[in-house]
């Protein structure tokens, strides 16, 4: 048995949380997207999970696995999905308020070119996008953390309810 530690998932490599898949490659270029909590309720991403564990069960039950193009059909359109809901600006929008916008704007630019490459981003109503290239030895993982923890920490102060965005 080797004492090398194995790879490390958070920069490279296939995991999930259970809502959406992750793919992450070491040097890697990604789109995300981060949301303010109570946007997307549970069950409306229950509803968009049996809807793509329903199709995916048609497909096993003609005994026919999907194939690599109808996966990443199906992971599109569940991702389409998600992104239309969100555009609709449901639940609180703090992101709205020019002074909460502008607390996420300053985080995402705060170690751009030193932690990562922010190649592109914009500031929704209720949620974020992003596209951002980390640099070794950061992990999206870490830089994902970073935004959400210190926008949720700074927007709070600036309500007057405690609400976490993030």
Request: a positive charge.
């Amino acid at each position: 048995m080797s004492d090398e530690p194995g790879p490390n998932h958070l920069a490279a490599g296939f995991h999930s949380r259970g809502v959406l898949p992750h793919l992450k490659r070491e040097g890697g270029t990604y789109f995300v997207t981060f949301r303010q909590a109570g946007t997307l309720p549970r069950e409306v991403l229950l509803r968009f999970k049996q809807e793509r564990e329903a199709i995916i069960g048609h497909a096993l039950a003609a005994r026919r696995p999907l194939t690599w193009h109808e996966q990443e059909d199906l992971f599109r359109w569940y991702s389409d999905r998600v992104d239309r809901y969100l555009d609709c600006s449901h639940g609180d929008c703090h992101l709205r308020r020019p002074a909460c916008a502008d607390v996420v704007t300053g985080a995402l630019k705060f170690f751009d070119r030193e932690r990562y490459e922010l190649r592109s981003w914009v500031v929704m109503p209720n949620h974020v996008h992003a596209v951002v290239q980390p640099k070794p030895p950061h992990t999206l993982s870490e830089i994902l953390h970073s935004w959400k923890s210190f926008t949720a920490h700074e927007i709070n102060k600036l309500l007057s309810e405690k609400v976490v965005p993030f």
